[in-house]
């Protein structure tokens, strides 16, 4: 069976099953767990299936939960949260984006951090809440129940009277020609309102998200200092990354 015939078996099966895991696929197909996990992730990239802990689900038409996206590429986020810790600086501020990997990087924080973090995500703050060396600012803002971040008016007038030394930005999707994009327009905003209202930029984006494109674009790839990624980046869609400006570290 070629490659695109065994994907599209198993997006039929994850469309009637409403799920598909990795072990089964692979014994169905009598293919490697490796290869499975290659399939899923062309398929996750075409934006027909959406990877989660030890499978894939369905794409559905509405932007996956909090929760939801917690459990997708979870080795990944860890490791570029690792990485990212290198990006910190050693006394100043830094605002911290909404997202699943920027709140393990708030989780890997050390203990003798003494550092200013801005942010607008709930998750976040109350990670960060009782650190001993953390002055830590809350924005404010109509908070969205699928993210846990506030956004608006409030947000955006925050951002814009501070200047961070970095952010670190998050985002569903990046690509070199298509910027770096989220499906709502209010997030979208407030990610836009970041990144303005800091020196540095630092995206930590998983390799799944490249390529993909989605409804509100807040930036582009020149925009971005440094993309920390993992190795599931290619040389080729790296060295795109890097003629655009920005350096890539892939963890």
């Known amino acids: 069976m070629f490659a695109a015939e065994r994907q599209q078996e198993i997006l ?18 009598q293919v490697t767990a490796e290869t499975v996990r290659r399939d ?8 027909l299936v959406r990877r989660v802990h030890g499978g894939a689900i369905p794409a559905g038409q509405l ?16 490791g570029i949260a690792r990485a990212a810790l290198a990006e910190l600086p050693a006394d ?5 984006d909404a997202g ?18 801005v942010t607008h995500a709930l998750p976040i703050a109350a990670r960060l809440a009782d650190h001993p060396g953390i002055a830590l600012h809350l924005v404010g803002g109509r908070v969205r129940h699928r993210t846990r971040a ?5 947000a955006l007038r925050a951002y814009g009277e501070i200047r961070a030394d970095v952010v670190f930005l998050a985002t569903n999707g990046f690509a070199v020609d298509g910027g770096l994009t989220t499906p709502d327009l209010a997030e979208a905003a407030v990610k836009r309102a970041a990144v303005q209202a800091a020196r540095r930029v ?23 200092d440094v993309l920390i990624t993992d ?3 290619g040389d080729d869609d790296a060295r795109a990354v890097e003629a655009q400006g920005t350096e890539v570290i892939r963890a």
């Open 63 to 78: 932007e996956p939960d909090l929760a939801e996206r917690d459990t997708v590429a979870t080795d990944e986020k860890d």
């Open 92 to 96: 100043g501020s830094v605002i911290l």
């Open 150 to 154: 506030a956004v608006d008016a409030w």
């Open 100 to 117: 699943t990997t920027s709140a393990r990087l708030a989780a890997a924080f050390p203990v003798d951090s003494r550092l200013t973090v």
């Open 202 to 224: 630092v995206l930590l984006a998983d390799s799944a998200k490249f390529g993909r494109r989605h409804f509100a674009r807040f930036g582009e790839l020149r925009d971005v």
């Open 40 to 47: 899923l992730k062309a398929l996750d990239r075409a934006g």
């Open 12 to 29: 039929r099966l994850a469309r009637d099953g409403g799920r598909v895991d990795v072990l089964s696929l692979a014994e169905e197909f």
């Open 231 to 233: 190795t599931g980046l």
